[in-house]
């Protein structure tokens, strides 16, 4: 028997070869969206994981302050982050943090926030992280929503927790404590929608974290209305929703 033709007898052929190259490109099919699953799936555990932590300074801050929650009176033209900015320099060393704050304040910083819309009604999105940005005082995560004590001379202002006592707040396992960012504009860093919408306040039931009152985090749905003409952290959404701003 010629040993050359023993040898090309186990080769593959053209076409073998074609099916194997089939079956691994099937396999990769396969493989991809399981794989970016799971790593959508670890981001959320490691903000679920940051928001108990920021959630549980605030409990201590309350501990200390006769259980009243951080509060700052709203005054015209105050800046939306400031509010932000007020709630964790007050709150951030319970985290265990100290020194001013900088984008080294990793418990601050939800690995899923890559993106965002300015917070405005029309102003475009930004390909970068709100976490990285001073505007948003290095974090990702907001206080309630927008949530200010109401001015006595001018009345109620948002459904906020803002200055409350926690033993006050009748349902703690709805009402939120601390939240994405997007869920106070109806978007979502975690299930982005088209990233070249210019208007992010029309995406109902966006896919947020959010810590709430009871100390759990969660990630759920927040609502928008399609017809408001204003945010969605403005006002409450529909009972079969699992979180609320506040106004029990």
Not at 53 to 63: E, I, P, R, S
Not at 78 to 99: H, I
Not at 146 to 152: A, E, Q
């Amino acid at each position: 028997m010629n040993p050359g033709a023993a040898n090309r007898g186990r080769a593959f052929t053209l076409l073998e070869l074609l099916v194997v190259i089939a079956i691994i490109a099937i396999l990769v099919a396969l493989l991809l969206p399981a794989l970016s699953h799971a790593k959508a799936m670890a981001k959320r555990t490691g903000c679920i994981s940051n928001l108990r932590q920021v959630d549980l300074g605030l409990h201590l801050y309350a501990a200390d302050h006769g259980d009243i929650l951080p509060n700052i009176i709203i005054t015209n033209g105050m800046p939306w982050s400031y509010q932000w900015r007020f709630f964790k320099e007050l709150t951030k060393s319970y985290d265990g943090l100290t020194g001013p704050s900088s984008p080294t304040d990793k418990l601050f910083a939800c690995p899923a926030d890559t993106f965002y819309y300015l917070n405005t009604m029309s102003t475009p999105l930004v390909h970068a992280s709100m976490h990285d940005d001073p505007w948003s005082d290095y974090s990702s995560y907001w206080f309630s929503r927008l949530n200010l004590k109401p001015n006595p001379a001018t009345g109620g202002f948002y459904y906020g927790i803002a200055g409350l006592k926690i033993s006050s707040i009748r349902n703690q396992v709805r009402t939120v404590m601390v939240v994405d960012q997007p869920a106070c504009f109806a978007y979502s860093w975690h299930q982005p929608e088209s990233l070249t919408d210019p208007g992010p306040n029309e995406v109902n039931d966006s896919m947020n974290v959010a810590g709430f009152v009871d100390g759990h985090a969660s990630y759920i749905k927040f609502y928008c209305h399609s017809t408001h003409d204003t945010f969605p952290c403005n006002y409450n959404p529909p009972d079969n929703y699992e979180y609320q701003w506040g106004g029990d």
